[in-house]
């Protein structure tokens, strides 16, 4: 009650003043009335001023009421100058957007919790090799008969969770003809209990649907995804939906935002881990779900970890005595151990592919943040300089240091905080559109990214930090003055030396980002000029599907069909299009010696297939109908390299070395050119193409269209396979370009930010250049007037200028070369064929530097030229 | 404790007032700042709704003219208490016209008015007990 009093009277000051002045005059006249001396009364009072003030700094808190004079000065200050503030806070807001979004991003990616009890106690198990020399990432993924055996293990002390990646689907709730898609994700039936999520309708799983390999036909709906398909209807428990040939019963839907345990990927639809096919729950060779620990309270994580090792090298010893690969796979496979890591967070593929990028991202929207905060703690000097007097004179009239220190803090606050607000806008726009980016059409990428505390909290430090950052120098060096020098006239030298180390760190910060910008530039040009081996041009995917698979005859009329169809050119039937992340492999044998080490790839493509890839055939033939398969097969010249060094490799014959050493034997009808199978940076693989025969229910069409835009008659084409043939239906359409794209997305997003920021970081270093010659040329005036008079050219003392900004400039640049090389050894693994040392890349950087700094010096030079010396001498 | 007293508000007090102190028992400064509240608090308890002048003037008379409140620094500590909740304020207009600020005891006021006079006593019998032994 007395503190909001207090509080509320520092903004009712002039009634208080009354307030209080008048109760002491009533007591003087209270005096006179008893019949005192008027001179004696007010001398027995003492001095009113002091006890006014006293009461007044008792009814109110000074310091709030410093701090709101500060503020309206400060105000004033900002609106007085309204183009430079705005300039000011519109950089600064940039920046901050773009830290903002950042954070936002990552956050969301990396650090936020998951929505479920105890995410602190989530632990992950990957494996890893015991030899730091393997390059090989052996992955994440178990077998359930180890899971089975470790989670008996530490039964009691943690729960084991058995988690698959989150995968799109084709569904429907009714006909073939309305099937749309979703997540869908394997869990153990235990995992909502573990994570304290209970159902929101119906039920949830239990460790009863966890029981029997393909008894529980039940899914349990996201809350989300009930939200947004369903609009909540409760009536939704009991309905089914249908995959393929498989038949679920929605039981239920889970609580809460939780949408699974991958960030960057929501889970529409839960299904028992025993639904998972293949046999999946009984085979020791096939990986295919995360593990998750949640411990139990005061279980050490170091002490579970230790009692799962031993039986997970068991299980890789038992693996490595019946691996049919070379002996080199099996030592390989008994290097594993086991590692257990926190996962607060989730663990998602995503994650690993972006979390390093976006670490990048996040230093160098600080490097142009830190621009930014250089401009603004220029502009807060010069100001500082030219408010000497007014300083001056506050300081000779008495206010103390730490005052002075806060008038001019609490002008940078406002600043900082205009700009946070309008960058919280910004930040609001671009994070959302970030995301945008990283996600492919069909494979959109879910990012919760909600405004909540944390946000709100790096926001307010980030315009705190920047606050400290820029104001601190001007205000400690403002109060620093000597009213003595200050009021007679002096122009302190330090002041021009510390704007001039702004001036080169801004340069220095600049050329990084330029530099950094560069490689990221180059890595994703030289990327997408990767040569690829066929070609993609005017090239349309249909993934198609079917209820029951069905014999190759007929899926070649229906691509037979297809060649009718107005606007397309040519088609042919594979397995699944290059490039899409689908492969099948295997280890080779040739004469019956032991498998090669090296795997191949394989892939099911009916006889027209390379032709219309316009892969060449270097030798032999192309399939013919009457090929078989098992039987033929076409190579590619890295599989002859690999596998038949010597010989001409038409009419030889090589096995394919099936698990526990069943082998299938093949003949090479032809050999063909390299073509990228699934990844755009490693050297081209050995590939076998075999002949597509046998039962589909899965295969793609490939289209080439005649038109330039294959998007055009993808509808047409799409209604046409059911015509052409009922039952079969597209469940993807894709142009093979897009599919070539989604391998240098993030290349492609790192560039497109990092030109982004390196313009904004050019466009403020440039501002903050003009800004400080303009102004140092300003302050010279009298100087070069004198100098002007006594008969200097004005060609030397443009010379002058233009050498200081080189050397400025050089000095700056120089340094953020440093750094990038530094810089560089990090950000390796997302770079391609592209070094720090390259002179191109140094060039180009450099050149744009000079050419700013010349651009922006040119107002300043133009100033210094025409200076006229009895103006000049007359300014002060 | 009683003899401290407010430490900031003190030395305000000697900084700008120094010359202006009664000659009476208050000559101390830091025994003032205990004692005055305490005599305020009591005048107020057995007379509300006092203004400051009326307060002073209390003061001097119930003290057979020994204790001179100062005058100026009386409104300060009213103040401060008004702050601390154990008087309220209110304007009230006189008969001749003026307006005056008059004060009332609070339920916090008289509690404190209880624990200053305890101790008070306290600290007095302590030291006539150093009185009589020494």
Known sequence: ?876 | MFFGGDAKNQRNFSDTETSQYQASIMAKPDSLQGSLDLLVLKILSRRPRLHGYAMMSAIEESSGDVLRADEGSLYPALHRMEEDGWIRAEWVTKDTGRRARIYELTLAGKKQLADEESRWRVVTSAVNRVLRTV
């Open chain 1, 1 to 876: 009650m007395s503190l909001w009093s207090r509080i509320a009277n520092v903004f009712r000051r002039d009634s208080l003043n009354r307030d209080i002045e008048e109760e002491l005059q009533s007591h003087l006249a209270e005096a006179i009335a008893e019949g005192r001396d008027r001179a004696e009364a007010r001398r027995a009072f003492g001095t009113l001023s002091s006890h006014r003030e006293r009461s007044r700094d008792i009814r109110l808190i000074p310091w709030l009421e410093s701090l709101y004079d500060d503020l309206v000065f400060g105000w004033r200050q900002i609106v007085k100058r309204k183009t430079t503030s705005a300039a000011a806070i519109l950089s600064l807001a940039l920046a901050i957007g773009a830290c903002l979004a950042a954070f936002r991003l990552m956050d969301a990616m990396l650090w936020r919790p998951l929505p479920i009890s105890a995410p602190e106690r989530l632990y992950v198990l990957s494996k890893q090799f015991r030899r730091t020399d393997v390059k090989v990432d052996p992955g994440d993924n178990f077998e359930y008969p180890l899971f089975r055996q470790m989670r008996a293990r530490v039964k009691g002390q943690a729960e084991l969770i058995a988690v698959s990646g989150a995968d799109r689907i084709d569904l429907t709730y009714g006909s073939d003809e309305e099937t749309e898609k979703a997540y869908q994700q394997y869990v153990s039936g235990w995992m909502f209990h573990s994570f304290g999520i209970r159902p929101a309708l119906g039920r949830v799983f239990s460790e009863n649907d966890d029981l029997t390999p393909g008894a529980h036909p039940y899914a349990v709906l996201s809350y989300e995804y009930w939200k947004r398909r369903f609009a909540e209807d409760p009536t939704v428990l009991g309905r089914t939906l249908r995959t393929g040939s498989d038949v679920y019963e929605i039981i239920g839907v889970a609580e809460g935002p939780f949408t699974g345990t991958e960030p960057g990927r929501a889970t529409d639809i839960f299904l028992s881990t025993m639904m998972m096919k293949n046999d999946a729950i009984v085979r020791s060779d096939y990986q295919w779900f995360r593990i998750f620990v949640q411990l139990g309270t005061g279980v050490s994580a170091p002490l579970i970890s230790d009692e799962l090792q031993p039986i997970f090298r068991e299980f890789v010893e038992e693996r490595a005595k019946v691996s049919v690969g070379s002996p080199r796979a099996a030592t390989l496979l008994r290097q594993l151990k086991l590692v257990m890591n926190p996962a607060p967070a989730g663990v998602s593929g995503l994650q690993k592919e972006y979390g390093p990028a976006l670490f990048v991202l996040g230093v160098l929207v600080m490097l142009v943040l830190l621009i930014a905060c250089a401009n603004v703690a220029n502009l807060m000097t010069a100001q500082a300089t030219a408010r000497r007097r007014e300083i001056a004179l506050r300081v000779s009239i008495g206010a103390g240091r730490l005052r002075l220190v806060q008038l001019v803090v609490v002008e940078c606050a406002w600043l900082a905080f205009l700009a946070a607000g309008i960058g919280a806008g910004f930040a609001w726009w671009a994070a959302p559109l970030v995301v945008g980016m990283i996600g492919t059409p069909d494979n959109p990428v879910r990012l919760i990214l909600p405004s909540d505390w944390r946000v709100l909290g790096f926001g307010v430090a980030m315009a705190l930090g920047c606050t400290i950052l820029f104001g601190l120098a001007p205000a400690l060096r403002a109060s620093a003055v000597k009213p003595v020098s200050a009021l007679k006239g002096g122009d302190p030298q330090t002041r021009q030396r510390m704007m001039r180390l702004l001036v080169a760190a801004q340069v220095a910060f600049c050329a990084l980002v330029l530099f950094v910008a560069g490689l990221f530039m180059a890595t994703s040009e030289r990327l997408s000029r990767q040569p690829m081996g066929f070609s993609a041009e005017r090239l349309l995917t249909l993934e198609t599907v079917t209820p029951h698979p069905l014999p190759d005859v007929l899926w070649s009329q229906v691509a037979e069909h297809l060649r009718t169809v107005p606007g397309v050119e040519a088609s042919a039937l594979c397995e699944w299009p290059l490039m899409t992340g689908g492969s099948w492999n295997g280890f080779i044998s040739v004469n019956g010696a032991a498998p090669s080490p090296v795997a191949s790839y394989f892939l099911s493509v009916s006889p027209e297939w390379r032709a219309m890839m316009k892969i060449p055939l270097l030798q032999g033939r192309d399939f013919r109908p009457d090929d078989t398969q098992p039987g033929s097969a076409l190579v590619n010249e890295a599989f002859v390299r690999q596998y038949l060094v010597t010989g001409s490799p038409v009419g030889r014959s090589f096995d394919v070395v099936l698990n526990e050493g069943h082998r299938v034997h093949y003949q090479i009808v032809g050999v063909v050119g390299d073509a990228r199978y699934r990844d755009m940076r490693d050297p081209m693989r050995p590939t076998a193409y075999f002949p597509f025969q046998g039962n589909y229910s899965r295969a793609t069409f490939l289209i080439r269209t005649i038109s330039a835009n294959p998007l055009a008659i993808a509808s047409a084409v799409r209604a046409e396979v059911p015509r052409a043939r009922p039952g079969f239906r597209v469940s993807n359409i894709r142009t093979q370009t897009a599919l070539i794209e989604q391998h240098t997305g993030r290349e492609r997003l790192l560039s497109i930010l990092a030109l982004f920021f390196a313009v904004v970081a050019l466009s403020l270093a440039g501002v903050g250049l003009y800004g400080v010659l303009d102004y140092s040329v300003l302050r010279q005036q009298r100087e070069i007037g004198i100098r002007m008079a006594i008969g200097a050219k004005p060609t030397v003392i443009a010379q002058g200028l233009v050498l200081h900004l080189l050397a400025l400039v050089l000095e700056g640049s120089l340094i953020g070369i440093i750094l990038g090389f530094v810089s560089a050894r990090f950000i390796e693994t997302l770079l391609f064929e592209v070094t720090a040392t390259d002179v191109g890349l140094l060039a180009l950087p450099m050149a744009t530097i000079f050419a700013l700094a010349l651009l922006a010096a040119l107002p300043a030079i133009v100033r210094a030229v025409r200076t006229d010396p009895a103006t000049a001498l007359h300014l002060e």
